[in-house]
């Protein structure tokens, strides 16, 4: 009898522990949507920092970008400052955007960017990765080529 109420108990913890850590899925995804739409709302109203606003704050952020990489936010702040700054941001869209959960604290998307200046557009591909902190989801690694 003891060890049918051992393994009644076994199995009622794993389905407790299983069902505790289930991932909501698309909850995470939309989460991450959003960043990404705020951050293309953010660049076409010409406001870097916005932009900047769901990046990591720290020197261990990191940026990659056809043979460059960057570490640290104010370091791609400083990019995005000298490289976009005024008329030079044009209008950014993203599209095609795909979002996989890997935990409950850990993402990444894909998608297709595109800056549309007066005179010439330029676009590419991104992979973003994204990290739940306590003050919420971050991008904690960037790479666009």
């Known amino acids: 009898m003891k060890k049918i109420i051992t393994v009644l108990f076994m199995v009622s913890l794993i389905y407790v522990s299983c ?5 909501d ?3 995470i995804q939309d989460t991450l949507f959003s960043i990404i739409k705020q951050q293309q709302k953010a660049w076409n109203n010409h406001n870097i920092e916005g932009f900047m606003a769901d990046y990591w704050q720290s020197q261990d952020l990191t940026f990659q970008s056809g043979d460059q990489r960057l570490y640290g936010w104010e370091t791609l702040l400083k990019r995005y400052q000298t490289n976009y700054a005024g008329e030079k941001m044009g209008t950014l869209t993203f599209s095609d955007i795909r979002i996989k959960v890997l935990s409950e604290d850990s993402a990444y998307a894909l998608g297709h960017w595109k800056v549309k200046q007066e005179d010439v557009t330029h676009k590419g591909v991104f992979t973003i990765i ?3 902190f306590a003050s919420g989801w971050k991008i904690i690694h960037d790479h666009s080529s």
């Open 19 to 23: 069902s505790r850590s289930q991932i």
């Open 130 to 132: 994204f990290k739940r």
């Open 25 to 27: 899925h698309e909850s």
